[in-house]
């Protein structure tokens, strides 16, 4: 046995109901009667949970240590299971799917006559290898033909790995063929971020959209549309060089923060740094705009300051004339304030009105985001609270 630790529960369990049904089904291939059939085939039907169904695999690669194995499931249909002492044998089978479990088992037969069957109970989540400080997504148990089991995690394949990773951050260039970058890269960096078959961003003027698809490690590019600012130069010009290279189809390549993406035909690759989480938290905000509840983002009075900070489960700051405080909840980009106190001061009637307008207004706030380095907050319709920049000291 392994000495990964995957923390599976009751795999065994899962694999003995799935040598019954391997069981009822070589019965009900035999020559009998068709009442007696009937009900072989009915009980190998009764023991599949009724959640499961067919899905499609995920391409993985299993492993273990003490003593050494692996199993390859990178190819749907086909898994290979090899140790240091032995060839390996491959296997033709596919996965059934619990969705609400997150869990799969793999069964194939083998390719070689009488090579039986090998089973493999396939968990969501993290699992340690025990030798490393390295997290993996899966945790396993695999059943053998001749009754050995083994314990293990899994990792996505390379080109997965690296497509996964394409899709879990925000990318900003740092490489551009024939063009320099703009000096303010808080505020003009070009980034592009992929999210569920759509890639958008900024290109150095405009921001734009559009669609995309992976093919292993290509990535292939629609057609791309934005807004039709006009900028100043170098600003058009580096824009107009980005959106030449980012089309057709391009190579991934992912080397722990930085991407490169390189034209499948031929050419010089485009390079990009994986932006830091946009952080919410533990900065003080200045604003810049805010709701004023009459359908108008204005900005704050002349000789007026509106900040905020969120640190801890409470938000604080300046409301132009009083100073505030109160508790929020957050959860990814969703926003909660909850109603919000003040201290007593009076001051002219122009900046009260200002301070019970952007007080309201954040109260309504329900989410958050950063884009190029600008917080922005919306509320449930949709409208935007308020816009800040990030204080420097």
């Not at 199993?71 to 609400?100: E, H, M, N, R, W």
């Not at 669609?211 to 590019?221: E, F, T």
């Not at 807004?227 to 107009?240: D, H, K, L, W, Y």
């Not at 319709?381 to 800040?388: F, I, K, M």
Request: glycine letters at 10%; hydrophobic letters at 40%; proline letters at 5%.
């Amino acid at each position: 046995m392994s000495d990964i630790n995957p923390n599976i529960e009751s795999p065994h369990a899962v694999i003995r109901a799935t040598a019954r049904f391997s069981a009822f089904a070589d019965v009900s291939r035999l020559r009998c009667h068709l009442l007696h059939c009937g009900i072989f085939l009915l009980l190998a039907v009764l023991t599949i949970p009724v959640n499961a169904s067919a899905g499609e695999e995920q391409p993985l690669i299993c492993f273990g240590n003490e003593p050494s194995w692996s199993l390859d499931l990178a190819v749907q249909g086909k898994a290979s299971f090899s140790t240091p002492d032995s060839a390996a044998v491959d296997y033709i089978g596919s996965a059934t799917a619990f969705p609400p479990r997150k869990e799969s088992i793999w069964r194939g037969r083998a390719t070689v006559p009488g090579g039986g069957e090998l089973v493999a109970f396939l968990r969501e989540g993290a699992c340690s290898d025990n030798m490393s400080e390295t997290v993996h997504p899966y945790s396993v148990n695999v059943s053998m033909p001749d009754g050995r089991h083994y314990a293990g995690c899994c990792r996505l394949s390379e080109s997965v790995a690296d497509s996964v990773a394409l899709e879990k951050a925000t990318w900003r260039l740092t490489g551009l063929p024939g063009q320099g970058l703009p000096a303010d890269q808080a505020r003009n960096a070009i980034t592009v971020t992929f999210e569920s078959g759509r890639v958008h961003g900024f290109s150095g003027c405009n921001q734009f959209t559009g669609s995309y698809s992976l093919d292993g490690q290509r990535l292939v590019l629609g057609p791309l549309g934005g807004t039709m600012m006009a900028c100043p130069e170098p600003e058009m010009s580096v824009e107009r060089a980005f959106q030449g290279a980012f089309s057709g189809i391009l190579d991934i390549a992912v080397a722990g923060n930085e991407l490169t993406l390189t034209p499948a035909d031929s050419g010089e690759a485009l390079r990009f740094e994986r932006e830091a989480p946009p952080r919410l938290e533990g900065v003080q905000w200045e604003v810049s705009g805010y709701n004023n509840g009459r359908q108008a983002v204005v900005g704050p009075l002349v000789g007026t300051r509106l900040t905020l900070m969120f640190e801890d489960g409470q938000i604080s700051g300046f409301s132009g004339c009083n100073r505030f405080r109160g508790l929020f909840e957050v959860e990814g980009n969703a926003l909660r304030i909850q109603p919000l106190a003040t201290t007593r001061m009076a001051c002219e009637h122009a900046v009260m009105v200002q301070e019970q307008e952007f007080l309201r207004a954040l109260e309504s706030a329900t989410t958050w985001d950063i884009v190029r380095g600008m917080l922005d907050v919306h509320r449930a319709d949709g409208e935007r609270v308020l816009t800040a920049s990030e204080v420097h000291d």
